[in-house]
């Protein structure tokens, strides 16, 4: 393994190139501004820009993406302190204690410490990215198809069993993307699929367009039918700096969320969703004043704040390393790596040390940058909030149907991403989450390529899946996480019996 302190001052050296820096700013302003405004996330924001990186170098494009992404997270506090609204899902919890917080003429405090949490966080995750990326891409040079195959089906059963509350809605959303991901010429023979002789099926269903429409379309309808309304605090914001008190009651909770986030990241299926509200839940629980989380904490916004950070850097090391994109996000990534040519995975770091490296060093430099730019601010973020959705909402919807347009002068990607917009509108009303249908469609065609490669190397016989002990490990722990879900309320019911009859 190389010395990493060369690589990551070569990586520096890439962030810092004008384009590569322009397009950090770039990413980190647009991802501040989609976090601050309710109801567009990270995810629609990436798809409706996918079309823009065709243009730009791929390392730009990467990191103006991975911008975007923990541009997205810093926002988010903003619109959850000032206005009671999550900008995006991962600052749900950051409402609790922050708008308490703000209505306690404390937004100026509430605001610094979830912009100075995010930065250490984001900082941290970058070093953790650093120390853990390079040995764990050695390792997984030694990972062939069966070894590949078994992650990805722990990877499959991960975000079913973590997607929502109903399981079996998410594994059919799984099996609905499995399904959609075999349109177009088969991988091995170059079999026409269910393409009923359409030449545009013959490539597949394109990702940009299905993402889009899932997404970017179905995220303004649904606004739209909500009529979300803004309610924006109004006194006047200031003290942006925490005082030493705060800083004490801050610190740690601040460094158990960047530790909890960051290695909660990097599991399949997590995302910057859960890790927040796991880690509010533990500093309420390790808390000497418990009482005082949902009346005005401040450790309930620096924990959840620093956590989702920190978790936006972890995802990023099963896809620069595995090349598996563990959550939605980092599909849309791995689409963007694809179009220009480039595989992620253990080769990344040999075949591209631009693109691995430089994207960890601009990670950094977009931290200082967010950092810089987000508190002084603070007030142009406050009258955004003041848009009307009437006016934000068309021009999106414009955005999207141009933006997959000039992707490949394609009209049938325009029907494509509007029919998926329809299904991800009726997905939502009936309580199915998209996500699952978008990791599946994209893990699909690896797990099939991988399955197939190993059944080709063993002819035919399955048990090479458990000749190989990586392999087996992986696939013995996606069975326990399925059974988990059945097996736990027996043994709990067994238990209390249990208990029951040793109390008599």
């Not at 955004?384 to 990607?413: E, R």
Request: aromatic share 8%; net charge positive.
């Amino acid at each position: 393994m190389e010395p990493i302190l060369p690589s990551v001052l070569y990586g520096f050296s890439v962030s810092l190139h004008p384009h590569n820096l322009l397009a950090c700013f770039g990413g980190v302003f647009i991802g501040t501004l989609i976090g601050v405004l309710p109801g567009i996330g990270p995810v629609a924001t990436m798809s409706i820009l996918f079309p823009i990186t065709y243009g730009m170098s791929p390392t730009a494009s990467i990191i103006m993406m991975a911008g975007i992404y923990y541009g997205a997270m810093y926002g988010g506090s903003t619109t959850s302190i000032l206005a009671n609204i999550p900008g995006e899902a991962a600052s749900v919890v950051t409402c609790l204690d922050g708008h308490q917080m703000a209505r306690q003429g404390l937004a100026g405090p509430a605001l610094g410490i979830a912009a100075f949490g995010s930065f250490i966080a984001g900082t941290a995750s970058v070093l953790g990215i650093m120390l853990l990326g390079p040995p764990l891409a050695s390792v997984a040079l030694r990972f062939g198809p069966p070894e590949i195959f078994g992650l990805l089906a722990l990877g499959f059963t991960m975000v079913t069993y973590l997607a929502g509350a109903s399981k079996l809605k998410a594994a059919a959303m799984a099996l609905l993307g499995l399904c959609l991901g075999t349109v177009g010429l088969d991988p091995v023979t170059a079999t026409p699929r269910f393409t009923y002789g359409s030449i545009t099926l013959m490539d597949g269903l394109g990702l940009v367009p299905m993402i889009m429409g899932l997404f970017g379309i179905a995220e303004v309808l649904l606004n739209v039918e909500k009529g979300v309304r803004q309610e924006v605090f109004k006194a006047q914001i200031k003290g942006l700096l925490p005082s030493r008190q705060q800083w004490k009651e801050s610190a740690a909770p601040i460094a158990r969320g960047s530790l909890l986030g960051f290695f909660l990241g990097i599991l399949p299926g997590i995302g910057a969703i859960i890790p927040p509200f796991l880690s509010y839940a533990l500093e309420k629980r390790i808390s000497r004043h418990p009482e005082r989380f949902g009346a005005g904490a401040i450790a309930g916004v620096a924990a959840p704040e620093s956590a989702n950070n920190a978790a936006a850097g972890g995802s990023m090391i099963p896809l620069l390393t595995l090349g598996i994109p563990p959550n939605v996000v980092m599909a849309v990534l791995l689409g963007a790596l694809l179009v220009h040519g480039i595989q992620p995975g253990p080769l990344l770091i040999r075949e591209h040390p631009e693109i691995f490296w430089g994207v960890i060093a601009s990670m950094y430099v977009g931290n200082v940058m967010l950092l810089v730019l987000n508190l002084p601010l603070i007030g142009l973020w406050v009258q955004l909030l003041k848009i009307p959705y009437g006016v934000l909402f068309p021009l999106i919807l414009l955005f999207c149907i141009i933006g997959v347009y000039t992707v490949s002068a394609n009209v049938w990607d325009v029907i494509v991403m509007l029919a998926f917009g329809g299904l991800g509108y009726l997905l939502k009303k009936f309580g199915y989450e998209p996500m699952p249908l978008v990791l599946a469609f994209v893990l699909g065609r690896m797990a099939e390529e991988s399955i197939r490669q190993s059944l080709l190397l063993s002819r035919g016989s399955l048990t090479i899946f458990l000749t190989h002990p990586i392999a087996a490990g992986f696939l013995g722990a996606a069975l326990v996480v399925v059974l988990l879900p059945l097996v736990a309320p027996r043994l709990r019911t067994a238990l209390r019996l249990a208990g029951a009859l040793g109390g008599t």
